[in-house]
């Protein structure tokens, strides 16, 4: 099966005051498609570095990352945008729910990047709600839900647009 995802002799660092600090130095590995992986590691060790290059919320110093054989990193912010809502969901630490919005309003929010219908979108996201069992909470915002009801909003969010990389 050939990799959805590879990186090559990827480098990144990041400076503190006068301090260069390298995170990664010739970084090489590659997932399958239907990989399930667990980054462990200690604090500080680049888990969310890595996790933020694979996600293309980053961009390697040197290297090259390939996503599905596009090269992701040489995208303009623009296709990168529009590659990152058609192929990662993440699932924040902290959620990062919009308050003033709806619990499907909120899982709707990465298909607003799309060419989706309205129509389209809000079958994806009753879809979603059920998946996660919270179809009935669909009109209720953060506040209104338990702190297990909003993870579950992140989790539907996430998997909303069916992302290759969750």
């Given at each position: ?66 996503f599905d054989g596009k090269n ?28 003033i919005l709806t619990a499907a ?62």
């Open positions: 099966m050939p990799d959805l995802i590879r990186l090559t002799d990827v480098e990144k660092s990041y400076t503190r005051g006068k301090e260069k600090i390298t995170i990664f130095n010739k970084l090489n590995m590659h997932f399958e498609e239907g990989d399930f992986v667990a980054i462990m590691g200690p604090s500080g060790s680049g888990k969310t570095t890595l996790l933020n290059l694979l996600g293309g919320t980053d961009r390697p110093d040197k290297g090259e990352i390939t992701i990193e040489k995208l303009s912010e623009g296709k990168l945008t529009a590659w990152r809502a058609s192929n990662v969901g993440f699932i924040f630490q902290f959620y990062n729910l919009m308050p309003q909120n899982v709707e929010l990465p298909l607003l990047l799309t060419k989706l219908s309205p129509k389209k979108r809000a079958e994806n996201v009753a879809t979603a709600l059920k998946i996660v069992g919270l179809e009935e909470r669909a009109k209720h915002r953060p506040r209104e839900m338990s702190g297990g009801q909003q993870q579950r909003v992140a989790i539907a969010r996430a998997i909303v647009s069916d992302p290759k990389l969750l």
